[in-house]
């Protein structure tokens, strides 16, 4: 099974970018996971109009980089919110189940409603709210964390 995150907004400062390389990193080690950039909508005005033009341009984007096939997993404060053990036993199934697994962060507005209503359900992080850039650092570490309760690794405690 291949991993893949198609997140919103490319500029991350340098912790945040260290931190993405060091849990890919210790991703390669367990089947490593693509990490796909699209660029984030200019956001002009705060404008509910605008701002459903700016989700339209960055769903757009996002598809076109969606491997085929692929069980989409969109990241969704209204999603699905899964201890790390229920993550790791989904990843176990998945492994089983498909072929590759493309999880999916919104920019600051969030995903278009269309991405969420085509997967089979969405992951919550928790009802707090997250800085895009970091909800890439806390979802690449529960993937390691799940990697490793599902392979026995002394990681989770």
């Known amino acids: 099974m291949k991993l893949a995150v198609i997140a919103v907004g490319r500029s991350m400062p340098p912790p945040v970018r260290d931190l ?9 080690r367990l089947g490593g996971v693509a990490l796909i950039e699209v660029a984030e909508a200019r956001r002009v005005v705060d404008d509910p109009a605008h701002q459903q033009l700016g989700l339209v ?16 997993i969109p990241l ?3 999603g699905r919110n899964l201890s ?4 790791a036993a989904q990843l176990d199934l998945w492994r ?9 962060i919104g920019g600051p507005d969030g995903l278009h409603p269309d991405l969420l209503t085509a997967a089979p359900w969405s992951l919550s992080l928790g009802a707090m709210t997250f800085p ?7 979802l690449l570490e529960q993937l390691y964390r ?9 990681y989770h405690r």
Do not use: G
């Open 20 to 28: 993405v390389a060091d849990y890919r990193q210790r991703l390669v």
């Open 57 to 72: 341009w960055e769903a757009k984007r996002i598809r076109a980089q969606i491997p085929s096939p692929a069980t989409l």
């Open 76 to 78: 969704d404060s209204s």
């Open 84 to 87: 790390s053990t229920q993550l």
């Open 96 to 104: 089983q189940q498909t072929e590759t697994v493309c999880f999916l």
């Open 132 to 138: 895009h850039m970091l909800v890439r650092v806390l």
């Open 146 to 154: 799940a990697h490793t309760i599902v392979q026995r690794i002394p």
